[in-house]
């Protein structure tokens, strides 16, 4: 950003150039802080047909400026602040009513508090333009020739009238070298991308505001910059566009920063989905049960969340299914998840019935560094004689289908969430897996989808299963229909996990995953 120097000397050669510039009546100048206008030349009075007692008694920027025109000078004023200096094609609006076309360079010279110059070109007479074009334009290079965006005026030839030094380096040519030469002799490599969009702005009037321009220039052959470019018609009310203000800014370190940032991003969401897939485990080959399990990851692409599903055999010989979902995303969620999952193994490991499993759960959680909250439901399957026991942390309910057309609820055994209190108990249900039935486990993902009530979701979700939940439909089946007829393959906000144990008294398929 360019910035007044604190050396005595040059304080003295800007405050002289101040001095003359408010002195003259080529172009107006005006100085102010915040938004009033605190010094005006005497050709910047007679543009806004104001006096220097309007000045004195209190003038402010946004007084002068059309309403439809507020929107410009919004713009311009974040230019400022972002880069230190802006142009701008504006009216100033008079006390009669009436409105005089402007370009105005404005410049900040401190910041606390904020105080700025500004160069006013009066636009309503084209002989003061094309004096302006000729000669009066370096008054508005010398204003902006330290501020860190490039600036030019062009002819609608497509020649340089004039340059500052910033877009000249840019270029990589000496200012001098500019001046009256075509834009397209110098820089041939832009021409295909930038030759369109001037001759835009020439014949439609009509500016063009952060456009990307890729390619190189004599400044650095051989290396690709991208350059973030506004144009802006020079013209009379009536009269042609004589010219376009091209303000550009070198915005290939960024770009390359935001290639960057997305590798990482991209690195890391591949290990972390390794790591959050290489906790979900192998269905096992349980003797009397069809096993089916499927896991999909949310579509949006940083969101790795923390669902996850497990099935193995309790030392009383009883299958557990455990299906559960952390709350949150990121690399914190899929740690947890891993704790979690690992910690269902080892409690019920030690013979701790499913509401003893959640209790023990929630112990972990409570007892975590940091807050942590989870859902999960648990399920023991006894496969000889389908007794089921099953308890849930603010989990959604396992269903229960195949003895009756609609399924069964298994709303018995609800508890409060993993992490909501140290205190919370989780009772037990019981219920029984007939020969060819099936118990659905799942996540919430399977049922909440956007701009739609939960209602709505598990209204899809008992449709689904009971029109493929009969006796006789294996586990792999019901799995695929459940989620097909739940979700697209665009519209998942969440993750979501589905397992499916049927209970079958002769030779089953291997279990099925995806």
Do not use: I
């Given at each position: 950003m360019g910035q007044w120097t604190d050396d005595a000397g040059e304080v003295d050669r800007q405050a002289g150039l101040l001095r003359a510039l408010f002195a003259g009546d080529a172009v107006g100048m005006a100085a102010g802080s915040g938004e009033a206008i605190t010094q005006a030349n005497d050709e910047l009075l007679r543009i806004l047909g104001r006096s220097r007692a309007d000045v004195d008694a209190g003038l402010a920027w946004p007084a002068i400026t059309p309403t439809d025109h507020a929107e410009r000078d919004a713009g311009g004023v974040d230019d400022v602040r972002r880069t230190g200096s802006a142009v701008v094609q504006k009216d100033f609006l008079r006390p009669d009513g009436s409105r005089t076309p402007v370009l105005a360079a404005v410049a900040a010279v401190s910041w606390n508090p904020y105080e700025w110059v500004a160069v006013v070109i009066d636009l309503s007479q084209q002989e003061r333009l094309r004096r302006l074009v000729q000669s009066e334009a370096a008054i508005v290079s010398t204003l902006l020739e330290d501020a860190p965006v490039g600036f030019a005026l062009i002819d609608p030839d497509l020649r340089f009238v004039r340059i500052n030094r910033e877009l000249a380096a840019m270029n990589g040519f000496p200012v001098a070298e500019h001046e009256g030469r075509s834009v397209f002799d110098l820089l041939p490599d832009l021409r295909a991308e930038a030759e369109p969009l001037l001759r835009h702005v020439l014949e439609t009037g009509e500016p063009l505001r952060d456009v990307e321009i890729v390619g190189t220039t004599p400044a650095d052959p051989g290396h690709s910059h991208t350059w973030l470019e506004s144009f802006f018609p020079v013209r009379v009310p009536q009269g042609p566009t004589i010219g376009v203000a091209a303000v550009a800014r070198d915005v290939t370190a960024v770009r390359r920063l935001e290639q960057e940032l997305t590798a990482t991003l991209d690195r890391q969401r591949q290990v972390l989905h390794e790591l959050q897939t290489s906790v979900l485990p192998e269905l096992p080959d349980v003797p009397g049960v069809d096993l089916a399990a499927r896991y999909l990851g949310a579509s949006q692409e940083v969101h790795l969340g923390g669902d996850w599903f497990d099935v193995f055999t309790a030392p009383d010989g009883r299958l557990v299914l455990a299906v559960g979902d952390v709350v949150g995303h990121g690399p914190a969620?899929?740690?947890?998840?891993?704790?979690?999952?690992?910690?269902?193994?080892?409690?019920?490991?030690?013979?701790?019935?499913?509401?003893?499993?959640?209790?023990?759960?929630?112990?972990?959680?409570?007892?975590?560094?940091?807050?942590?909250?989870?859902?999960?439901?648990?399920?023991?399957?006894?496969?000889?004689?389908?007794?089921?026991?099953?308890?849930?942390?603010?989990?959604?309910?396992?269903?229960?289908?195949?003895?009756?057309?609609?399924?069964?609820?298994?709303?018995?055994?609800?508890?409060?969430?993993?992490?909501?209190?140290?205190?919370?108990?989780?009772?037990?249900?019981?219920?029984?897996?007939?020969?060819?039935?099936?118990?659905?486990?799942?996540?919430?993902?399977?049922?909440?989808?956007?701009?739609?009530?939960?209602?709505?979701?598990?209204?899809?979700?008992?449709?689904?299963?009971?029109?493929?939940?009969?006796?006789?439909?294996?586990?792999?089946?019901?799995?695929?229909?459940?989620?097909?007829?739940?979700?697209?393959?665009?519209?998942?906000?969440?993750?979501v996990c589905v397992l499916a144990a049927r209970r079958v008294s002769g030779p089953q398929s291997p279990p099925a995953s995806a």
């Open positions: 969620a899929v740690g947890l998840m891993a704790r979690l999952s690992g910690a269902v193994r080892a409690y019920a490991g030690d013979g701790r019935a499913p509401a003893e499993v959640l209790a023990g759960l929630n112990r972990l959680l409570d007892h975590s560094l940091a807050p942590a909250m989870a859902s999960a439901a648990m399920v023991f399957l006894d496969v000889a004689s389908g007794e089921v026991e099953y308890a849930s942390a603010g989990h959604p309910h396992p269903l229960l289908c195949g003895r009756s057309d609609a399924p069964e609820v298994m709303d018995r055994a609800q508890g409060r969430m993993l992490g909501a209190s140290a205190d919370s108990a989780y009772p037990t249900g019981h219920a029984t897996l007939v020969d060819g039935a099936t118990v659905l486990l799942y996540t919430d993902g399977l049922v909440e989808r956007r701009g739609q009530t939960l209602d709505e979701g598990m209204a899809r979700l008992t449709a689904a299963v009971t029109e493929h939940c009969g006796t006789g439909r294996d586990a792999g089946r019901l799995v695929h229909a459940v989620v097909e007829h739940s979700h697209t393959a665009l519209d998942r906000d969440d993750d």
